[in-house]
């Protein structure tokens, strides 16, 4: 049988409806299938901000922006801002009394020298601040740095109330230093200066460092028993001795050693024999079981004078 064959050299496969076929080195197509190209999917936040950007009134934005943080900067600079915040308060607090949180209620109590007016003074707070800023602890420590306040306690009650708790030092005594009386504490602290006729009883000391030596002074008042009444103030010398200041004007010199003893034999003499009632100016105590009194010059003229008077005894010749 006789035909003819088409050459198989020639036969090529059918790669239609493919793109970009490629034979590879072993004679393989590498297909790609045809479809659609995928889009990429856009981010909305991107987008949103892109509009912003390109659209209208952005760059007039940006410069007004910008021109407000340049008026911000000059006020700063100017003091206006310091200006606004006394007058009105920060604007932090501003916003929490807007909110209710402003200091609607103050409770002050434990004072008893200190008025309440006072009280409120010394802890610096006033209508412009909110209870929710409010630093409780500096509050409390501008409260004891007052003198007469020994402890404080300060506590936010939301939304607007402050309740603030004091316990004020004892007065103690009076004391003179440099022209100057001031109330003092046991401890010797100064409470304040005196500003009235409340504690005038209150022992009296005068010198330096008198202040923290007070109890001491106290028992040499004790030791002359009534004749307390008669004292009016102990002037310390030289940060060493007593001396003594009674209501007559009498200065009375104490010993170094055992003044309440001293005082309190001031105190036997007073009674028998009247002596701090004479017309004296000093009597001096320092010098254990010895009493020197020195009159005044009026005193011991007349003194004199009744001693020239006095018969003068001849003796026997």
């Known amino acids: 049988m006789t035909g003819s064959y088409p050459s198989l050299a020639t036969a090529q ?11 590879d080195a072993f004679g393989r197509a590498s297909l790609k299938m045809p479809g659609r190209r995928r889009r990429r999917r856009s981010n909305p936040l991107f987008e949103g901000l892109r509009n912003v950007v390109l659209g209208r009134g952005f760059g007039a934005l940006l410069a007004v922006l910008f021109l407000g943080m340049v008026g911000a900067y000059g006020v700063a600079i ?16 501003i916003l929490a009394k807007a909110m209710g949180f402003g200091v609607d209620v103050i409770t002050i109590s434990g004072q008893r020298s200190l008025s309440a007016d006072e009280a409120l003074a010394a802890a610096a707070v006033t209508d412009r601040h909110s209870l929710l800023f409010l630093d409780a602890l500096a509050v409390r420590e501008r409260l004891m740095a007052t003198p007469l ?33 001031f109330v003092v504490a046991q401890d010797g602290k100064p409470i304040d200066v005196l ?51 009674l209501t007559t004007g009498v200065d009375v010199k104490l010993p170094e050693q055992n003044p309440e003893g001293a005082m309190a034999a001031l105190a036997r003499l007073s009674r028998t024999q009247q002596i701090a ?24 003229a007349l003194r004199a004078e009744a001693q020239a008077k006095k018969p003068v005894r001849r003796g026997a010749v």
């Open 78 to 93: 100017g003091g206006g801002y310091h200006r606004f915040v006394a007058a009105n308060g920060a604007p932090a607090d």
């Open 149 to 181: 306040i020994k402890d404080a306690r300060v506590r936010k009650l939301y939304p607007g109330r402050l309740v603030i708790e004091l316990t004020e030092r004892d007065e103690f005594a009076l004391w003179q230093s440099d022209g100057q009386i």
């Open 277 to 300: 009632d004479k017309d004296v100016i000093s009597i001096d105590m320092r010098v254990p079981g010895r009493i020197a009194a020195r009159l005044s010059e009026e005193a011991a």
């Open 195 to 245: 500003r009235d006729e409340r504690f005038v009883n209150l022992p009296f000391v005068v010198g330096e460092g008198a202040n923290e030596r007070v109890a001491e002074f106290q028992r040499i008042v004790d030791a002359a028993g009534d004749f307390k009444s008669k004292i009016r103030a102990g002037v310390l010398v030289t940060n060493r001795r007593w001396n003594v200041k």
């Open 13 to 23: 496969p059918a790669l239609a409806g493919f793109a970009d076929a490629r034979p």
